[in-house]
């Protein structure tokens, strides 16, 4: 059950846009879709969303073949758009009714949605007066106000202030745990790391990694060490063949090619009686993965 | 269907919400209003109109005194008939004070009568109104006759009452006033291409605005295209029953009777008439906002609208004055191909029914060819549409679109 994506191929002239990607979503959650700009993530969401025809490869959602007239998904579009000159609350309305809605409740919907992403006292304005954050969640309501089962969200959280992305992701787990499947594209990695459980990194139509993101970092050894200490500690660390990756206020990020070189770096600093605030072994990050999947697809 | 409707009174709704709507249908109202009262407004202002004053002077008494006669001729002047012999200089001074608007002077010399028409300028006049010139001469005529003690029959003998009326050969024959008939098809032409043009402008709009990701995901690309086209023709075919109504109720109440009439030959103005104007104004927007829906999806910036569209503003053009130019020759056979070419035929097909050229049979056809063109554009606009309004690239070429239209994926 759930959203199944199989050998799905997109092309355009030549260009193959999409080239066999397999994934699905088998309960409910986050599913990250990582790629570079023009890896194919748009156009897979497009073919998944019904709205492009595939040129091969099959996707269904509940075992039923994902056909616009058959699907009940939200979509938040990576280009956000409203009606310039349309009050708030009649767009929404629009999009309300096109979804199937009855006119009282989604006037329902509405008003709670717009109390959740606080935006209630912008429901009567034109859209054209609207900040590109508050926008924004006029788009991410158009998406959801019909209840949807599988969602969308592309770049959700990009030109939204730290106070509003807090919203939405309350908004977003809240959604998660009524659930919801929810298929996420992200630049910034943290977003990803925080939400996703499963993830697929596309390069050129490509699958260049997919599965559980704990899963993937487990298989990657620790690269990066932290430490924190209250003095200058290079003559230390040069003296175990290590590289200093960046250094503020003798908080030192350090390349790691063998773990026990840095073992041996700290029973050093505790020999020497160095004051050693933070000591942390690290795993790579999704972004480092990404950089290094993607690189390596480049070249 | 519900979608449909829904896409349908968005649009209506949309439309008469816009300022530039509101604002332009009451400028065209008012001024329609206006434009009937003109010649109320101009009796109020000069007063009642009882033609231009008009001198005459018989210096020499030729008429006998029967000058008088003119003011019964009802010759569009208000005739004085001098009670003394002006000078030249004074008359001349009586026109530059607008005391008299012209003067007619009339002389003996030598054999002749010398019969000077005098007014402030001459540019718009290329000899002296027919009008007087006869009036004048029959006057004279009849004084010059009666003098000479003719019988009642030969009196009729000589002044024979003609009859003159102008008939063709050719079997078929047109009706009415052609002057009324183009300003028909100018009124369609116009509310037709308006029209047309609001439904490119409003998908070019929703494209620039980035909505239409958004609204492709809601409901069918087909659903917002006919949705659209026909929403904004529901407003446009109110706008002009508007402007027709308010056209119609200014002329009953402010024209005097019997005004328009003598205009236009108002036994053509039919009921069949209207329904058939109203049917190819609904078949020709149609027709030719469906191209506009196909040349607005194309576009992806606003600067580029005006390119995009020129290929459908040509061809409505050329579709105008093909009707527009083959009126002047209304039973020529390029007007028939007019009527049925489906470029040209909404313009040009109630102007052949107005002048009784048209037959039944030709109207189904013209009707016919129309509605076929009609589903045909469709077809491929909606194709083109599906395909070109997720495209947000650069302005796709004619290759591209034809590429579009054959995809058998979208």
Redesign the interface.
Known sequence: MGLILKEVKKNYGEKKAVDNITFSLDKPGVFGLLGTNGAGKTTTIRMLLGILKKDGGEITWNGQTVERKHVNFGYLPEERGVYPKVKIYDQLMYFAELKGMKKQEADRAIHEWAKVLKVEEYLPMNAEKLSKGNGQKIQFMTAVIHNPELIVLDEPFSGLDPVNTEILKNVIIDLVSKGKYIIMSAHQMATIEEFCTNILILNQGKTVLQGNLKEIKDTYPANRAEIDVEQDIRSSIQKYDLTIENEVNHHYTIKIEEEEKVHQLLRDLVENKIKVNQFEIKKPTLNDIFIEKVERGVK | M??LK??MS?TI??MIK?KSFVISTILILVLIVIGFNIPNIIKAVKGEDQGDKLLVIDRQNEFEGTLENLKQMNLGYDIEIASENYTDEQIKEKIDEEEIKSALIIEPENQTIKVRYLLKNTTMMEQVPETLQRSIQSLYTNLQIGKLGLTQEQLQSLTPNFNFSLEQTEEQKASGNVFAMMILSLVLFYAIYFCAYQVSSSIT??KT????????????PRTIVLGKTIGIGIVGLIQMILIVATALISAKLFLEPGMIESLLDMSNVTPYLGIITIVYFILGYFAYALLYALTGSTVSKPEDIQSANTPVALLAVVGFYLSYFTMMNPTSELNGFASLFPISSPFCMPFRIMMGLASTTDVMISIAILVVTILIIARVAIKIYSNAI?N?GSKMNLRDLIKMARDK??
């Open positions: 519900k979608d829904t896409v968005f709704k949309d816009r709009t929703e605005s980035k909505i239409m990701e958004t609204l492709v995901t809601s409901t069918s997720l947000y994926n979208a």
